[in-house]
């Protein structure tokens, strides 16, 4: 008898939870859930009250991470903005009500019908898409321990869960600590919004990162000059068959400091090929990867500017 009331309190939350968010579904991993469980359960909630009430039901532990980084200075202003269209998946990445809620919790500008904050998609954003491309689901650098194991931090520091911190703080500490660091006005923000980071992840960010970079520098119309800066951090040894983390930032003289647009684990034959010599050198098309929308740049035309690539260690 005592098993069996053993047994029946273990499935009682299964019992409990809504069929609608079965995990996983079809062509999903066991890392997938609970968050494309929440997610289907998200697309079917009808306004930011139904969005709220799904995520305080299955998820308050990611409410309780966005309400602290409203509360971190600095956060969310080390971001810049990201599309929310994948061209080679062919299909939106995160239902707009999402981003849209998102974006009103942690008190960000709201998207622009497919331009949104590139700190909120890329993170709490990415956990909620169900759009399958060929490199798996968008929330698979997170929910995927690759990250952390190539750069020897505790599990769950790059992650939805982690101990400490949020998921956006140790996101922005992990990627401007890499990327920042040669801009002082992007790093005196990126030291105030460390308070909300983990310090394993603090600890990593403000050391010596070494890296290769490739940088596309452009000229635009009146002056402006845009730099995109794609950092290639190595692992300290591979992890699910990826080498490195990549950060993509952008420096743009019509912005107050450099910003954060991705961050993602790649293979050595990725950082390889973007860093061929055969691309490198002046008058070399230039656009914008990975979803950045850069205003004037991305689908603005044609450009062509300087493409270099250095091995860079502060």
């Known amino acids: 008898m005592i098993r069996r009331l053993l047994f029946s309190a273990a499935l009682l939350p299964l019992l409990l939870a809504p069929l609608s968010a079965a995990c996983p579904a079809a062509g999903e991993a066991a890392e997938d859930c609970p968050w494309a ?34 509360a971190t200075p600095g956060l969310l202003g080390l971001w810049g903005e990201s599309i929310n269209y994948d061209e080679l998946a062919n299909g939106e990445i995160v239902r ?37 491309t060929k490199y798996g689901f968008k929330r698979a650098r997170w929910v995927k321990p690759d990250i952390e194991k190539g750069l020897g931090l505790p599990a769950g520091s790059a992650g939805p869960s982690p101990s400490e911190g949020t998921l956006l703080a140790n996101v922005t500490c992990l990627a401007g600590g890499i990327a920042l660091k040669d801009d002082p006005a992007a790093w005196a923000a990126l030291q105030k919004a460390g308070a909300g980071c983990s310090g394993a992840v603090k600890k990593y960010a403000f050391s010596a990162v070494k890296r290769t970079r490739l940088t596309e520098e452009v000229a635009l119309p009146g002056g402006r000059r845009v730099t ?22 952008v420096r743009d003289t019509a912005a107050a400091h450099a910003y954060l647009v991705t961050a993602f684990p790649v293979n050595a ?46």
Do not use: C
């Open 228 to 249: 995109l800066r794609t950092d290639f951090a190595p692992f300290l040894a591979p992890a699910g068959g990826n080498t490195h983390l990549l950060v993509y930032s």
């Open 96 to 132: 707009p009500e999402i981003l849209s809620f998102i974006a009103a919790r942690l008190g960000a500008a709201q998207p622009r019908g497919r331009i949104a904050h590139a700190g909120l998609e890329h993170t709490y954003g990415y956990l909620f898409s169900l759009l399958p």
């Open 269 to 314: 034959g990725f950082v390889q090929n973007a860093t061929a010599s055969g691309g490198l050198g002046k008058n070399k098309p230039v656009q914008t990867r990975y979803n950045a929308h850069v205003e004037g740049l991305t689908g603005a035309g044609k450009f062509k500017g300087l493409r270099a690539a250095a091995w860079l260690k502060k």
């Open 37 to 70: 469980g929440a997610a289907r359960e998200l697309a079917a909630a009808d306004s930011g009250a139904g969005l709220e009430q799904v995520l305080a039901a299955s998820l308050p532990g990611l409410l309780a991470q966005m309400d602290k980084d409203r």
